[in-house]
C-alpha cells in the first residue's frame, strides 16, 4: 500500500520569497504524484502530476516539484510567493496497479505575510 | 466545460438523523470518487466508481454509510444514522481515466456537514 507524509503541517512565507513544501512518499511499486491546491471552501485542483516522465515537473501558477526516487520525495516549490498562493496544498500517490485509488497527505496550510 | 456539482452545499443534521449528498460529474467521465474531508486532514477515499460498478469501498464504513452510481453518471452518498464523527466535507470527483493512473481527478466544491 502507498503512503503521503507532509512535513510541516503550516508552512508561512514572505511575499516575494521562496515556497517549499514537502513531500515524502511510500510505494511498493513506482508511483505516481500529484500537487493539489485547496482554497477556503473550495474543492481542489491539481497544480501538477508526476507520471514517470521528465522528474522536474512544472504546473500551474508558476509552482514546480521534482521527482526524487533516492529521497522518496516529490517537494514542490515556487520562487516567488504572492499573496495568492495562500491555501491548503495536498501531496498525493497512486499506482498503476491501484486502479486511480489515490491517496492524500495530510495537507500543509500556505500563509504568505505581505 | 462544466465541472462537477455536489448539492447541498451546506447541511446540517442532529445525530442519528439521515442525510444525503448528490453528485453529477463531468459528462464522459467513467470514474467517480467520494471523499471524506474531516477539518485539518487530507481527503479520505470513501469509495471509487468505475461506471456504475465499485472498484474500491475498502474504508466505507458499510454499517453507515451507502452509494450509488445511477446508470454510470449523478452519484448519491448516504449516511444513516449520523454520528457526531462524521462532520466533515464530502468531495466528489470525477476523471476520464483513459489511462488508468494517468488521468486527472477534477473536484466539486464539497459538502460541508455538521452533526450536532
Known amino acids: 500500500a502507498q503512503s503521503v507524509t507532509q512535513l510541516g503541517s503550516h508552512v508561512s512565507v514572505s511575499e516575494g520569497a521562496l515556497v517549499l513544501l514537502r513531500c515524502n512518499y511510500s510505494?511498493?511499486?513506482?508511483?505516481?504524484l500529484f500537487w493539489y491546491v485547496q482554497y477556503p471552501n473550495q474543492g481542489l485542483q491539481l497544480l501538477l502530476k508526476?507520471?514517470?516522465?521528465?522528474?522536474l515537473v512544472k504546473g500551474i501558477n508558476g509552482f514546480e516539484a521534482e521527482f526524487k526516487k533516492s529521497e522518496t520525495s516529490f517537494h514542490l516549490t515556487k520562487p516567488s510567493a504572492h499573496m495568492s498562493d495562500a491555501a491548503e496544498y495536498f501531496c498525493?500517490?497512486?499506482?498503476?496497479?491501484?486502479?486511480?485509488?489515490?491517496?492524500f497527505g495530510p495537507g500543509t496550510s500556505l500563509s504568505v505575510i505581505p | 466545460e462544466a465541472g462537477v456539482a455536489q448539492s447541498p452545499r451546506y447541511k446540517i443534521i442532529e445525530k442519528r438523523q439521515s442525510v444525503a449528498f448528490w453528485c453529477n460529474p463531468i459528462?464522459?467521465?467513467?470514474?467517480l470518487y467520494w471523499y471524506q474531508q474531516i477539518l485539518g486532514q487530507g481527503p479520505k477515499l470513501l469509495i471509487q466508481?468505475?461506471?456504475?460498478?465499485?472498484?474500491?469501498d475498502s474504508q466505507l464504513p458499510k454499517d453507515r454509510f451507502s452509494a450509488e452510481r445511477l446508470k454510470g453518471v449523478d452519484s448519491t452518498l448516504k449516511i444513516q444514522p449520523a454520528k457526531l464523527e462524521d462532520s466533515a466535507v464530502y468531495l466528489c470527483?470525477?476523471?476520464?481515466?483513459?489511462?488508468?493512473?494517468?488521468?486527472?481527478?477534477?473536484f466539486g466544491q464539497g459538502t460541508r456537514l455538521t452533526v450536532v
Open positions: 470527483a470525477s476523471s476520464s481515466s483513459g489511462d488508468g493512473a494517468l488521468a486527472e481527478a477534477f
Open positions: 508526476y507520471t514517470s516522465a521528465a522528474t
Open positions: 510505494s511498493s511499486v513506482p508511483p505516481y
Open positions: 459528462s464522459g467521465h467513467a470514474t
Open positions: 498525493a500517490v497512486t499506482t498503476k496497479t491501484s486502479y486511480d485509488k489515490v491517496i
Open positions: 466508481f468505475q461506471n456504475n460498478g465499485v472498484v474500491d
